[in-house]
């Protein structure tokens, strides 16, 4: 009896075992939650789905401010989270870190436009950039791409989720 309630208790102890690992481990696109965004707005960009973190890091009255300028030098960012600077202050971004260390052109005012976004890949930051390129014109576009931009992602539950490769 006690070899019995010994191999039971080993029995639930594994199960419990295996169910936590399972839980913390990333068994597919739907357990794959990357990033919480809770109250990121959705949106379409033709066929493309983007979404804008909750503090972007340049606010669309910058982005105007910069379209209505016509002495503009625009240097615009497309990337994802290490570009945004996920657990960073705006201003130590390096976006940021270079609009302080860039020189101003003669006669231009210097706008560094941080458009990247948690999660983001290379379809959704082309589908920003042809959002703005032609209000913005601009000068720079400074593209960060990292081993993980060919992945597909989606808003799901207030998450950034992995849902499958593009390529």
């Known amino acids: 009896l006690i070899n019995v309630a010994l191999a039971l208790f080993a029995l639930a102890a594994s199960l419990a075992l295996a169910e936590w690992l399972a839980r913390g481990v990333r068994q597919g696109p739907m357990y794959g939650r990357i990033l919480p965004l809770g109250g990121a707005v959705v949106r379409r960009i033709g066929d493309v789905e983007v979404w804008t973190p909750p503090e972007p890091r340049t606010k669309p009255e910058e ?16 990337g994802d989270s290490i570009q945004y600077g996920v657990g960073l202050p705006r201003e130590a971004t390096y976006l940021a870190r270079l609009q302080q260390r860039l020189p101003v052109p003669p006669g231009r005012n210097l706008y560094v436009l941080n458009l990247a976004v948690p999660g983001f890949n290379t379809r959704q930051e082309e589908a920003v950039y042809e959002e703005v390129a032609d209000r913005l014109s601009p000068a720079l576009v400074l593209l960060h791409y990292w081993r993980d931009d060919a992945r597909q992602y989606r808003i799901v539950g207030g998450h950034v989720v992995d849902i499958g490769d593009l390529s």
Request: aromatic content about 6%; glycine content about 6%.
């Open 63 to 78: 982005i105007e401010a910069a379209a209505r300028d016509p002495q503009r030098y625009v240097v615009l960012g497309l």
